[in-house]
């Protein structure tokens, strides 16, 4: 095999490793973990500082910026939780994704197969559900390492190509290159640990003149761009969602575009802090701690600096994605149409905010049942016949209550529910077949 195919598909392959190690790993603690950390989300945002805390801990825990943004969005959309909380662990979520970064600079390559090993042996072992899901997590975490040592591998020849190398200096000595480049990944694998991983074993690989290829200064710009295109998934997971949702996406997006113009004109400085605060030593050895210190710093700043400013954050938020100019109305409808746009069947792979979603709208089609109802029996009551707003309601409630049951059901298809969540499903299907049980009564009468 060629060369470069064998090096492409050796980088290709080692990412793929490390993003299936990344995934399962959260997944598995989503499992172990999720339901605690919901608890911590709803609890602790209170106020905008312990949004950020408690953001910043669910993803340090869960491994995971994406699930606690798409949680926050579907924590939105349930109207569990305002625009400012969701915002606030927005911030959290990017101070603790940098935890990622922090964990693979450090070099435990000696230690990746017993890793495997005995997450493996627990798994296959032991039959306790809960046990078995920390030993895949620990299977996952030595996979995950098992894929950076791959890539790692694959471009120590590489660094040492001229063509390569000066490819590789044409991006670090173009800062908006660097930007470019980042995003561009980040978008595509929609991983920005992966990418910053990638980061970090192009770094700390020597090129011709023993130096890394790369260096800190010129790994900064690809790392802002790196957070650029991680805003991808808050976009993804609010299409067809509220208003707030969208925002909320809108605001994670604001926050790294804005970080990444504050700190362009100033990285030949920023990269000189971040060395005087990083381990002293050969550039090979401490470069990929200096990137992960990079990235906690950077996300730490612009979150110190936006959280005095979250008013004026919501306002231009606000601003972009305006309240309809339709009058509101009196009362409370539900919209069969609106709702079917809500259920954003890429919330299935967090089943905590499907479920808050989902429990939150089956109290709406609940409230707004009793309503048609009573129009019903008003209407029967002064003998007279029943309008086409009466039928029209009962139609779209009706229409309301299969799409949450088609929702629900592929929720459970997924068997990824714990056993409190399962039982949360159940009691959610049998209020959704009481909404149907009255709609066929009152639509009877309708005819």
Known sequence: MPFWFKTLFGLLGGLAIFIYGMNLMSEKLQKVAGSRMKK??????????????SGALVTAVLQSSSATTVMAIGFV???????PQAISIIFGANIGTTITAQIVAFK???????FIFVGFAISFIVKNQKVKDIGMTIFAF?????????????MKPLAKSEYFAELIKSVADIPVLGVLTGTFMTAIVQSSSATIAVLQNLASQAGIDGSSILGLKGSIPI????NIGTTITAILACIGQSRDSKRTAIAHTLFNVSGTLLFFFFIPYYAKFIQWISPKGNEIAVISRQIANAHTVFNITM?????????????????IIQDSKQTSQIEFKIDSAELKDVLNYRLLNNPDSALALTKARTEQCLEWSKIVKNKINDAEEKNESFDQEIIDDALSLNKSSEYLKNFITALIAKDELSSEQAVECEEIIIKLHKIEKKLRKALRKTD
């Open 223 to 226: 790392l802002f761009g790196d």
């Open 108 to 114: 435990i390559s000696n230690y990746i197969y017993l």
């Open 40 to 53: 911590i989300l709803e609890i602790f945002t209170k106020n905008p500082f312990l949004g950020v805390v």
């Open 77 to 83: 959309s349930a109207g569990l939780m305002g625009l």
């Open 303 to 319: 979150s110190v600096i936006w959280l005095p400013l979250l008013p004026f954050m919501v306002k231009i938020v606000k601003s």
């Open 142 to 154: 030595g996979l995950l390492f098992l894929g950076i040592e791959t890539m790692g591998s694959v």
